[in-house]
């Protein structure tokens, strides 16, 4: 069924309703759909990779572990994502599953992942008689796999939430630097530690890596902090995608709390940040493989994507440039008001920026909200908007809508820097 615009504000919650609760309604054909034969249930919907069942498993991990060992590496996203729900349901609700799991995955392998179907076709290649299908025997011997994971898989229990007081608040914040009154100078060329961060779930992360590539041979340290749970890549898999030139930090992302999404970005930044030194002359450059959830990847967060990159990392001059005038944080896309409760009023949307770590740091390590879009409030947070500098899209409005991207400026920005 297709949502227009105002069904599919109120199913994301940005209609004054309960997300959950009007896209149940809609589901059963109570807000303008036609019913579906099997509407989605509580459980359902919450059971995609956004959030765990109240008891997580580890039966997806194992059964993609037997794969593996089969020599058979699941590559396809729809395979993929079959295995790992199963970490979101207990050994019953995986045994009532078993056999429906195993035809899907079988049929994805088959339509979406040849090379997979096949490795795993060889696998019981000496099985084949005259009379048994190679598909009959590959969803055998597929089910065959998901009924060991079942056994061997461990059920893992939820921490319990702790009940947050109430004087006590994710948004805030210490360590605030202090802003000198003059321009501080560089006395030597600047030295640049890229923090990048990565939630390597799907497949759109990987874009992340080609384009990182033109500017890694500037930066003179570089950080890479992974946030993974039961959706994503493992961490080992993640690392070997990036290379060995990074120094690695890695945090366990947690779904079920600040804000049902984790804490992600937020997570990893607090073990990096602390690690930064702060002479006159370090500049970090603060980036993140943005466009890994399921609704960030289309063609408008591409764009908004391409853009930070073009604007902001590989325009590393002008950064410079402005922390020599004064800036002591520099980035793109610089929205002025309250939208995330900032201390200053204003953030950089998208969260591609750079400081001078001396100035940053001047007070101590400051502190990132307790929240999965602390990173993004964190320029807001402790930067005066007088102290920072904005090197394009300055007043963005909301970059997720296509039609509000300043697309034509860029264009013009392109033309005034290839002219200079």
Known sequence: MKKNRRQHELCSGNGGKTGLKYFLAWEQGKAGANQQEKPATKKDVLTGFASPSDHVSTIGTVLETIIEERGAKIQCGSCRWEVRRLNMMTKAEARDQREELAAKITESARTKSPKLYQRIAATVDHLVSSNTPIPSLVHKMVLGCVDEAIEKGEIVEQPKRQKRKRNQRIGKVHNSPTI??????????????????????????????????????????????????????????????????????????????????????????????????????????CLHGKGSQGHTENDAIIWWIDAMYETVAYNLDEVIEAMSNGAAIVGSFRRHGRQLGTKHKWHYTGTYYAFRNAIALSNGVPTYRQIWWGTESFPGDHFPISSSACLFGDQANDLYKAQQQPRKELEQWRLRNDNT
Request: net charge negative; glycine share 6%; aromatic share 8%.
């Open 180 to 285: 000198p009154n003059e321009p501080l100078p560089f006395t030597d060329t600047p030295k640049i530690t890229l923090m990048f961060h990565v939630y390597p779930r799907g497949e759109a992360w990987k874009r992340h890596i080609e384009k990182l590539a033109p500017i890694l041979p500037k930066c003179d340290r570089l950080m890479l902090g992974v946030a993974t749970d039961h959706s994503t890549y493992t961490l080992s898999q993640t690392v070997a995608e990036f290379g060995d030139q990074w120094e690695v930090f890695h945090a366990e992302n947690h779904p079920s709390g600040h804000g049902k999404s984790g804490l992600r970005e937020v997570a990893t930044y607090n073990q990096m940040l602390p690690q930064l030194s702060s002479g006159q002359n370090d500049i970090t450059l």
